[in-house]
């Protein structure tokens, strides 16, 4: 039994789980039938570490956000608390955001709501504002025509050269290539 067949049983079984597929076959056929099977993502061998962590880092943010958006059940004080700072990053999103100023706005200590984003997401606040930083970014890149310093502005960042390099560290290519990428396929 392959690996897909072995997603694919799962699936059945525990409908919520989320699968990241490590291999060496990078057949399109085999990456297009793991992509049907709803695989969060498909590294290729030899890891890359850094990109393997990052992966880690942003399924930990997509399970918390998929597990408050479907909380039936009343929360805990914590979670309300990392709710709403969430909530509040992403309605905030464009504009200068560190812990002091969240700490400042939910009346927290900063060291507090660090340990909230660790505790309770799994990840540390700047690689969760960097996370929605980006996807915000990637959304704009791939359905608008902005220039990427208007794109850079609009996901938060001030400066388009910062823009620009912490984008090509999280997707391995720049802004531009990432459009470029997307038109071309």
């Known amino acids: 039994m392959n690996?897909?067949?072995?997603?694919?049983?799962?699936?059945?079984?525990?409908?919520?789980?989320?699968?990241?597929?490590?291999?060496?076959?990078?057949?399109?056929?085999?990456?297009?039938?793991?992509?049907?099977?709803?695989?969060?993502?498909?590294?290729?061998?030899?890891?890359?570490?850094?990109?393997?962590?990052?992966?880690?880092?942003?399924?930990?943010?997509?399970?918390?956000?998929?597990?408050?958006?479907?909380?039936?059940?009343?929360?805990?004080?914590?979670?309300?608390?990392?709710?709403?700072?969430?909530?509040?990053?992403?309605?905030?999103?464009?504009?200068?955001?560190s812990l002091t100023v969240l700490a400042g706005q939910f009346h927290l200590n900063p060291q507090y709501i660090s340990q909230l984003f660790k505790s309770e997401i799994g990840v540390n606040f700047l690689a969760y504002l960097t996370n929605i930083r980006m996807e915000k970014a990637k959304k704009l890149l791939l359905s608008t025509s902005l220039p990427i310093a208007e794109v850079a502005e609009q996901s938060g960042y001030g400066d388009y050269r910062v823009f620009t390099k912490v984008f090509k560290k999280s997707e391995g290519v720049t802004p531009s290539q990432y459009r470029r990428d997307f038109l071309e396929a």
């Open 3 to 97: 690996g897909l067949k072995v997603i694919q049983l799962s699936r059945i079984k525990h409908p919520g789980t989320a699968f990241v597929i490590v291999s060496g076959y990078d057949d399109f056929a085999y990456c297009r039938e793991a992509l049907r099977l709803q695989i969060t993502d498909y590294i290729l061998k030899p890891v890359n570490y850094e990109e393997f962590g990052s992966c880690i880092d942003n399924l930990k943010i997509s399970l918390f956000e998929r597990r408050v958006s479907s909380a039936a059940e009343p929360e805990k004080q914590e979670e309300r608390t990392i709710t709403g700072i969430t909530r509040y990053l992403q309605e905030h999103l464009t504009e200068e955001i």
